[in-house]
């Protein structure tokens, strides 16, 4: 009979059973996701969140009201112009990205109040925003009184080596009204210097303010136009005040500018080319 040792296993066979052990597990945990446990994945750059909050004190426009009245219209970004009529939740059309700025303002305020916008601009945090706070009250109209004259100097026509500056009186009625008559204020030379005389002033037209506006230096006011001189010319005029000097011309082209970047624009150009007015008395 022949004997037979029994063969000894290789010291390296549990090895390699226990490094391929490892590799199926790993394998195992990568397709479950990993092994991050319970922690959960950040929003995606593709992700987009609606940006909104809450009007409070406005208005709601009364049953059968002006149609063209002005309304409260918010912007982001400026743009996405979103109309509100009435107090509560809003939101804006256009979702944006998590970590994309947003910056809230008013571009339009509402007949008979002026909003202001609070907790209105930053960066969305991977959620929707619904922290912006609009709050409107009554307006407080402080509107432009008193008489008025045009920078341009020109002459009069009347007399030689007179000059003159037309000029707009201002009254207040009430709170929302004022009356306005035209005239023009002669001097006694070319340069319309020294202590001017009121040579022609006639009832002209009414103003009824509905609408108000603050931007940096310029406030201005919306209203309705009459005219008492004639039925047919526009019925919406605007005024704005910077600093010393009031422009206006519903005549010609301030009808023609609703918004408030509007009528920036043109007060930068009529008030170096002298077409505004200031005040006299």
């Known amino acids: 009979?022949?004997?037979?040792?029994?063969?000894?296993?290789?010291?390296?066979?549990?090895?390699?059973?226990?490094?391929?052990?490892?590799?199926?597990?790993?394998?195992?945990?990568?397709?479950?996701?990993?092994?991050?446990?319970?922690?959960?994945?950040?929003?995606?750059?593709?992700?987009?969140?609606?940006?909104?909050?809450?009007?409070?004190?406005?208005?709601?426009?009364?049953?059968?009201?002006?149609?063209?009245?002005?309304?409260?219209?918010?912007?982001?970004?400026?743009?996405?112009?979103?109309?509100?009529?009435?107090?509560?939740?809003?939101?804006?059309?256009?979702?944006?990205?998590?970590?994309?700025?947003?910056?809230?303002?008013?571009?339009?305020?509402?007949?008979?109040?002026?909003?202001?916008?609070?907790?209105?601009?930053?960066?969305?945090?991977?959620?929707?925003?619904?922290?912006?706070?609009?709050?409107?009250?009554?307006?407080?109209?402080?509107?432009?009184e008193g008489l008025w004259v045009r920078e341009a100097c020109g002459p009069t026509g009347a007399t030689a080596g007179q000059s003159g500056r037309s000029l707009f009186r201002l009254t207040r009625q009430d709170e929302t009204h004022v009356t306005v008559t035209q005239g023009t204020m002669v001097y006694d030379n070319a340069q319309c210097t020294g202590t001017g005389k009121v040579l022609t002033e006639r009832d002209y037209a009414r103003f009824e303010v509905d609408r108000k506006e603050t931007r940096g230096a310029i406030t201005a006011w919306w209203g309705s136009w009459d005219y008492t001189v004639s039925s047919d010319r526009p019925t919406r005029a605007v005024f704005s005040r910077s600093g010393p000097t009031m422009c206006w011309d519903v005549d010609h082209f301030w009808a023609q500018f609703p918004t408030m970047d509007q009528v920036e624009s043109a007060v930068a150009s009529a008030i170096p080319s002298r077409q505004c007015y200031l005040q006299a008395e």
């Open 1 to 144: 009979m022949t004997n037979s040792t029994p063969s000894t296993p290789s010291p390296a066979a549990p090895t390699r059973c226990i490094a391929l052990a490892c590799l199926a597990l790993a394998a195992s945990l990568a397709a479950c996701g990993g092994g991050g446990g319970d922690e959960a994945a950040g929003p995606s750059p593709a992700d987009r969140f609606t940006i909104g909050g809450t009007v409070s004190g406005l208005v709601a426009p009364s049953a059968g009201s002006n149609t063209h009245a002005p309304r409260l219209v918010l912007q982001n970004n400026e743009g996405d112009d979103l109309t509100v009529t009435a107090s509560g939740r809003f939101a804006f059309a256009t979702p944006l990205a998590a970590g994309s700025a947003y910056a809230v303002r008013v571009q339009s305020q509402p007949a008979g109040q002026t909003c202001s916008v609070a907790q209105g601009s930053g960066a969305v945090p991977g959620a929707a925003v619904q922290s912006v706070q609009v709050a409107c009250a009554p307006a407080v109209w402080g509107l432009p």
